[in-house]
């Protein structure tokens, strides 16, 4: 079974399972339970997907310091 | 203009012009030969070429005009080693002193060009570009470095395609000069220092420039820690037509900045679009599932209609009601066969009738008293009284 879903699973993670549920579906070999259920998780996992397309914000920082103590900071640009 | 004008306060317009009758007065300068390497050359729209000719630590501005241009059969190439023709003059609205080029010739390819071409032999030769050493890219990264100038066009550029593109990753910059004689050590210690910031993926990118500009991207240390990093490698140096060796020695090459970003990361159009498919193909597969099962639900309930006990008393009754027919149309038959025995046999008893001959004008004599019929003279003696019976009656007589 899926692991339930957590709103901290980033979308690679959440779209390769809605692709594993995708493919279990079409294969047919489930009970209509389990296939409702399966159901269930991939369209939680379609609206994780989304609606973390939909409101990402590009994240960006600058290292700063050397090789040794080197820390980041927000970088500031406007683009 | 006379010397003792030259005390006072001059124009620009007037100083220019004196710098340039200065040139143009000047015998050697309107008719040079000059041998350099070719570097920083751009087309202007209207056709003109500009480039700058240098060798070691000097350099000169240069102009070709579109109708010497349009007579060569090839432009140089930036490193390129030629032989000019021309006269030099101070261009006032520029406010520098230029060559205007009439001829020019190639004298094949230039120092940074040979050297450029010697590296990219070794290392080849050595199995640093081999394909079958490329990593490739993971599909959705989630941080991305970026070795560039934070101060850059390119940054700018890749980090309008990421967030247009996709927004979900997070980009660490690693800053570092990114020309001149200290941008290649930088770029490797740029490179380094992202070792410690966990990113699955590296882009390093610089925009577009001379040869002279993109050169610390020809150098073997760039090559090698690109070639070193724990993960992928992009590289977007330049324009389409620059080639570095760290393009060489990168996972993958793009031709600019922002083709380097557009390569890293997938598109969100395409990744909404593929989630809506998934969707629809759920919807699908379950759908289908529910309609084959009602199909094979309904083909039980047919089957199991016929094992019904309702069913098969039906059908026992069926096969009562018929035996009860048939029993019934034997019984029928029979009685048939006996009633026709018995009209055949009342027939032939009417036959047999004795009115029916008397009928017919026959008599019966009866012997009275006893009422014996007489069917034969000797029972008969004379005297005796008989009884004769006929169709309407009977009357008395006497034996003679």
Known sequence: ?79 | MQKSTMSAILSVRELAAYLRELLDYDEVLADVWVEGEVSNLSRSTAGHVYFTLKEADAQISCVLFRGAASRLTHLPADGEAVLVHGRVSFYEAGGRLQLYVDMLRSLGLGALFLRFQELKARLEAEGLFDPQIKRSLPPFPRRIGVVTSATGAAIQDVLHVLRRRYPLVAVVISPTLVQGKEAAPQIVVALERLREHSVDLIIVTRGGGSLEDLWPFNEEIVARAIRAAPVPVISGVGHETDFTIADFAADVRAPTPSAAAEIAVPDRAELDLAVAQRRKQMEQGLRWQVGELRRQLQERDRRLRHLSPQVQITGRRQQVDDLVDRAARGLNHRLEVIRERVRSAALRLASLDPQATLQRGYAVVRLKPEGIVVVSPAQVASGDALEVQVRDGSFEAEAS
């Open chain 1, 1 to 79: 079974m899926e692991e339930p879903l957590n709103t901290e699973m980033p979308f690679e993670q959440a779209f390769a399972q809605l692709e594993e549920i995708v493919q279990r579906l079409e294969a047919g070999e489930l009970t209509l339970q389990e296939s409702l259920d399966l159901y269930e998780q991939g369209m939680a996992a379609a609206r994780h997907c989304q609606t973390l397309l939909d409101a990402a914000e590009l994240r960006v920082t600058q290292i700063q310091g050397g090789v040794e103590e080197a820390g980041e900071v927000p970088f500031d640009v406007e683009g």
